[in-house]
């Protein structure tokens, strides 16, 4: 079993990258071993690993923090959360060098109020919303308000590579869209100790 | 915005970096330039008004955000940290130089409008206006003008504005 590794470029600058971890969302219990488990030689080049974190709360997202730490990652990881955990961070989070906060799955529907908490660093705008921002164009213009927002705050954007990038003017002009193909490629084998949970969690390589 | 300046390197002044704190892409820059081993650049274009003369000054510079929207939180950051640099180090007036269409921008910071037009030797064609504010009076300013970025610059300490007071002091000395 392989840990998937998906690949974000950045349409800016071709040699600046970062990398997500594919998996289902992660127990706060299951990012150290996560981390340890990928070779971190393979994303030296990123700035960022991007990590999806299971729905939790602030006591759950500083218990999160600390397992980074704890590893002691080379680049940047990115913990990607629901908009419900930003809600339940009912405290100011601490500051750690090497760990930040990314807002998932955001869409029309994200209220404004959670893409300007302090707490986050960048937004991923879900697939169906940009495609639907694609063919509508009162989606379009929600999506393009959101990302004038989002640069406004000094927030990351990411979103899935899509059409317009042809010269065509309608890209949404994302920080960094996910690489075309199937994630992963580039997996590291991970044990099979029924100890480590994370395991289960990982798609087949 | 990624590439040095000449300027970037003089060993008399301080250069800020906003950088996104997701990839640490560098979004927003300001250089502090003093007066204090000669006349600021923009003493060779024109001559400031007396009050300016024997002062601590510094010739904001090199300012710039990503997306060059002056409201933004970025320009907000920058500003706030070169005034709390400003400050901590005495200087009496920060100075500024830009073109009309940066009027907005530094009056939304309290900037008084001290001379314009003024031709610069490098841009001939386009006029430039010269902007100064007394440090000191910044916050009183803000206070007072019921202004939007007096809580975001006077009463909030952000952990992610981090200065090096060593090498501010190093750099511009404890004056």
């Known amino acids: 079993m392989k840990a998937l590794l998906r690949r974000w470029s950045s349409p800016a600058s071709v040699d600046t990258a970062g990398f997500e971890l594919v998996s289902d969302p ?4 299951e990012i150290a071993t996560a981390l340890r488990f990928l070779h971190q030689g393979r994303v030296a080049d990123g700035v960022f690993l991007l990590v999806r ?16 730490q704890h590893v002691g990652p080379i680049i940047r ?4 959360i629901d908009v419900a955990t930003l809600g339940r961070i009912d405290r100011r989070l601490p500051n750690p060098r090497n760990v930040g906060l990314v807002l998932d799955d955001v869409d029309a529907e994200t209220p404004l109020s959670a893409i300007i908490r302090d707490d986050i660093e960048a ?14 164009l009162r989606a379009d213009a929600a999506l393009r308000a959101m990302l004038g927002l989002a640069r406004d705050l000094g927030l990351g954007t990411l979103g899935p590579a899509c059409g317009g990038e042809d010269g065509s003017g309608r890209a949404p002009g994302f920080d960094y869209v996910a690489t075309a193909g199937s994630p992963s490629e580039v997996g590291d084998e991970l ?3 029924p100890r480590v949970g994370i395991v289960s969690n990982l798609r087949a390589g | 915005m990624r590439t040095a300046e000449k300027e970037d390197l003089r060993s008399d002044v301080l250069l800020l970096i906003a950088e996104r704190k997701f990839d640490r892409r560098p979004i927003g820059s300001i250089r502090i330039e003093p007066n204090f081993t000669g006349p600021l650049r923009i003493e060779s274009e024109t ?38 640099i400003c400050s901590a180090c005495g200087i009496d007036y920060a100075i500024a130089v830009g073109r009309r269409s940066m009027g907005e921008m530094f009056r939304s910071l309290c900037f008084d409008v001290i001379e314009g037009p003024v031709h610069l030797s490098y841009s001939k064609t386009v006029p430039f206006w ?31 504005i981090a200065i090096d007071y060593d090498h501010v002091f190093g750099t511009f000395g404890a004056r």
């Open chain 2, 47 to 84: 001559t400031l008004p007396d009050r300016f003369r024997n002062r601590q000054l510094v010739e904001l510079t090199r300012l710039g955000v990503d997306n060059g929207n002056a409201g933004t939180l970025v320009m907000a950051a920058l500003a706030k940290a070169a005034f709390e």
């Open chain 1, 123 to 136: 937004i991923r705008l879900s697939r169906s919303f940009v495609d639907e921002a694609s063919e509508r």
């Open chain 1, 26 to 29: 992660l127990r706060v219990g």
């Open chain 1, 53 to 68: 974190l299971a729905s939790t709360d602030a006591r759950g997202v500083c218990a999160a923090f600390d397992q980074v």
């Open chain 1, 77 to 80: 990881i990115c913990l990607a």
């Open chain 2, 130 to 160: 010269l902007y100064a504010i007394p440090v000191a009076e910044w916050e009183q300013r803000l206070r007072g003008k019921g202004h939007f970025y007096f809580e975001f610059m006077a009463r909030t300490d952000h952990p992610d």
């Open chain 1, 191 to 193: 044990p099979r100790s």
